[in-house]
């Protein structure tokens, strides 16, 4: 800061000021000094404000996943809504694992930040401690738990399945299976296949017909080996719901290669409206969940709630219901 004090002409607390923002650094110095500041390539230190004020000027964002479109474009959406607030964020994936995600959150909150985004409402009991008791606002979001820490932005997943599973069922499907993961490490996948259980119960449908066909997140190869391995076990299938549109795209491919047409010998339905899923053929039926639509919420909530919180005035828990839609395309 002094080299750039000195190359401008100015004090060094003059450039601190110049480089804060709502600076009262007249037009003609701040530009003297931003000029300085490109010369020297200078980084303005936060940490002494930070200290002072408790304004670290970062929210932390836990995803499960950084190849997972509908997670980037959540991610891309809350980034769009804190551009230009003073806000910035610092991502994490916890690879659908609750442990690396207790790690990762315990990891975030040793840097302050001013607000914490977690993805589903299920957390260890240590992760739920240290959240509850961080002094900041919490979001969880792409669920509706029943036990909100504080700020939820979501929606059922188990409704949604189910959703899927009626619709099936109305187009003459009676013998519907489930593919998901062999863990509950994605607790979405475990409520959907909740969700897809309960409706085949209702429905009294043939139970007992779900394939779990390795860790999630459930790849595009491991959608193909499943429905192999389901019809093989149950020949008598006409529809299938998979707990993504990457795990259904890939059952889609093996059926074309065994020349099982779709949906003429098997209906499948996904979940996730990815881009594949409108770009295949035949297009895939999936549940469309608006994901950056769900980061831009989750980013108003954030600056909504961040400046209630800078000014000692807590923002009262919110549930954000965001909107699902089933989406019928070729494959049902």
């Known amino acids: 800061m002094a080299d750039v004090a000195a190359r401008a002409g100015v004090s060094a607390m003059t450039v601190s000021r110049a480089l804060k923002l709502g600076s009262t650094v007249s037009a003609a110095t701040r530009a003297r000094i931003m000029q300085a500041v490109e010369d020297l390539g200078y980084v303005l230190d936060l940490t002494a404000g930070t200290l002072s004020s408790k304004r670290t000027g970062f929210v932390a964002v836990l995803i499960p996943s950084l190849n997972n479109s509908n997670f980037s474009d959540t991610a891309r959406g809350i980034g769009h809504r804190l551009e230009g607030s003073g806000l910035q964020m610092l991502l994490g994936a916890t690879d659908y694992d609750l442990l ?39 979001v969880e979001m792409w ?77 595009m190869q491991q959608g193909g080996e499943a429905i192999v391995d389901l019809l093989g076990r149950h020949p008598e299938v006409d529809a299938v719901l998979c707990v993504s549109d990457l795990s259904a795209f890939g059952a889609l491919a093996e ?5 099982w047409a779709v949906p003429g010998r098997l209906a499948i339905a996904g979940f996730g409206d990815f881009e594949l899923s409108r770009c295949c053929h035949p297009r895939l039926t999936t549940v469309s969940v608006d994901a950056a639509g769900i980061g831009e919420a989750v980013g108003d909530l954030l600056l909504r709630a961040v400046t209630s919180g800078r000014d000692k005035a807590p923002l009262p828990p919110q549930t954000l219901r965001t909107p699902f839609t089933v989406t019928a395309r070729e494959t049902s």
């Open 100 to 138: 690396k995600e207790e790690e990762l959150v315990e990891a975030m909150l040793r840097r302050r930040p001013e607000a914490i985004v977690v993805t589903g409402g299920r957390h260890t009991e240590r992760a739920r401690r240290q959240l509850a008791a961080a002094g900041i606002p919490v």
């Open 255 to 259: 059926c074309q290669r065994r020349g």
């Open 143 to 219: 669920d509706l738990p029943e036990a909100p820490l504080e700020h939820v932005v979501g929606f059922s997943n188990a409704a949604a399945a189910g959703a899927m599973v009626e619709h099936l069922h109305g187009c003459g499907y009676r013998s519907i299976a489930y593919i998901g993961g062999s863990t509950d490490r994605d607790t979405r996948g475990t409520d959907r296949r909740r969700g897809y259980e309960r409706a085949v119960r209702e429905l009294k449908l043939p139970a007992g017909l779900t394939i779990a066909c390795g860790a999630p997140p459930i790849a």
